[in-house]
């Protein structure tokens, strides 16, 4: 990569990348309402879930330098709404924080001390990738701290690493002007593991419902079983944000956390051009507490 970025650019990319997650987010968690058809979408509007608040709130804080975890914590339990579709651990967690827990406790306490293992660092992850395009190795680290503030297990902040990295990998392509090679490149920056060991068989498989019925389709709601089919989606499909979004829905189980995820990392690399613009007027407005939009 032999490019610098701005700040004003990092922001622009991070935007860009939030609307493609909490479009895919939204339209996704129609699903669990009544099965969605692309080609007649639901009605307006379609609420976004905990997928895209804490995508907002992680937002909200990007700046040069590491990750801020402590204003980022403070955002997570400040705004949390539990009615968004939160699990029931997560509630807990962010309610502690929010009560002035210190987030290391807090995290590294959830699921008996074993800390959490699931998707929600994942899910919020691709505008951080975004926001460092410039670096896949800035893009890791960050990715793991930004993941820590909730998820004290090695495979949860392994997917959210994961997701980190494929949108910077989406992001410095569409800044060179070439189509990159996602997988490999994702999979070469995680950590041993369960969700590193999806990716690598991820570049295996040439069919979405192959991709999921082998690699799983975030049923549990666990990274591995989450992220290495969310970014092989994103790998076949980075140029055609319906087409990702298309293979999430039709692989069914957690519909709209693997639509955030491939969402977010495809815009990452097409902007908001990829986006049809009836669907970004169709997700409900961001929150207006995210002034950084303006």
């Known amino acids: 990569m032999s490019f610098t970025l701005f700040p004003s650019t990092r922001l622009a990319l991070a935007l860009e990348s939030l609307a493609g997650l909490s479009v895919g987010d939204a339209l996704g968690a129609q699903d669990f309402v009544s099965r969605v058809d692309l080609a007649d979408p639901p ?3 379609w609420p976004w879930t905990d997928d895209t608040e804490e995508a907002c709130c992680l937002v909200a804080v990007l700046a040069e330098g590491d990750f801020d975890r402590d ?3 403070d955002l997570l339990g400040r705004h949390h709404d539990p009615y968004r579709g939160y699990g029931p651990g997560a509630v807990v967690m962010l309610r502690e924080i929010r009560e002035g827990l210190p987030w290391p406790i807090a ?3 959830a699921f008996d001390g074993e800390g959490s293992a699931g998707n929600g660092a994942a899910m919020r992850a691709a505008p ?3 926001w460092h395009a410039d670096s896949l190795a800035h893009a890791a680290a960050q990715g793991a701290r930004a993941a820590e503030v909730t998820h004290a297990h090695a495979e949860g902040i392994a997917g959210g690493v994961a997701v980190t990295v494929a949108a910077a990998v989406a992001a ?9 090679a996602l997988l490999g490149a994702v999979a070469a920056h995680t950590p041993d593991g369960h969700v590193r060991d999806g990716l690598v068989a991820a570049a295996r498989f040439s069919e979405p419902g192959e991709a999921s019925y082998e690699l799983g389709n975030g049923t549990r709601a666990m990274a591995r079983d989450t992220v290495p089919f969310a970014v092989w989606v994103a790998d076949r499909f980075l140029d055609d944000y319906p087409g990702a979004i298309a293979a999430c829905v039709r692989a069914g189980g957690d519909v709209d956390t693997t639509c955030a995820i ?3 990392i495809v815009a990452a690399y097409t902007g908001l051009g990829g986006i049809p613009p009836a669907w970004l ?3 409900e407005p961001l929150p207006g507490w995210l002034s950084v939009v303006e």
């Not at 410095?172 to 990159?180: E, F, I, K, V």
Request: proline share 11%; glycine share 18%; hydrophobic share 50%.
């Open 43 to 45: 009605p307006a509007p």
């Open 71 to 73: 204003a980022f914590a």
């Open 107 to 109: 995290a590294a306490a």
């Open 281 to 283: 007027a169709a997700r």
């Open 172 to 180: 410095a392509g569409r800044l060179d002007g070439q189509r990159p």
């Open 128 to 130: 951080l990738g975004a």
């Open 262 to 264: 491939a969402g977010g």
